[in-house]
């Protein structure tokens, strides 16, 4: 029999197996060709970079439905470990973290879009000291500038601002539930990413936002309907949401 979709079969065969009869599971049979050619593309554009593999999910923001999901771009690659599932991997999300930080400071009233945040060289507990990607420093900056541009230290500084209990509790809100160590354990630093996390869940929290801060569960079949565990909630007003979007979007913002 065929073997498509490897990954999201290993993934579903058990959430599936206590139904009998067919089962009509969410993914697009035709996104999820198209996203396997893509990833094939990229990473023959990104060889020289010595960039070996990719995992992509595409969820549909309004049921939670995975339509596409590649955890690697050949499964049957053992060099370049494709049987490993890059969707359900744990990894060090980067500035991904950056805008749920962001929503929570907006949502609690801390700041605003327009709020002035100091870029400058800056120690914090600990002697934790951040530098931004590019190197260099940018003054005072605002809210929407400082996401946008995806600047390191305002990030932390609003991160110290709510407490980082607090920032990781939100998290797992959103359904991050993958950072399972303690505050303490991350810092600071968990607002520039250094706890891991899996694809699934970073995506489905930034489906949360595109909802307009309703949680959803993944969901997994339509036919019988099965849903991973979670509770469908609000986590953040509709307000709060379209800021943030909307500083995501914002190209002259970014430049």
Known sequence: RPFQAPHFTQFVVPWIEPFSGPIYTTLDHSLQQQVEQLVRNNLTRLESSHVSNAAVVVLDNATGGILAYVGSADFNDQKNNGQVDGVRALRQPGSALKPFVYALGLEERKITPATLLADEDTFFEGGFRPRNYDESYHGLVSVRGALACSYNIPAVKVAEEMGTTRLLDFLHQAGIQSLS????????????????VRLLELTNAYATLARGGIFKSIKLAGNPRILLPGKEKRILSAQTAYLVTHILMDNEARS
Do not use: V
């Not at 160590?181 to 891991?196: I, P, R, S």
């Open 181 to 196: 160590k303690t505050a303490d354990f991350y810092g600071l630093g968990l607002a520039l990413g250094n706890g891991e």
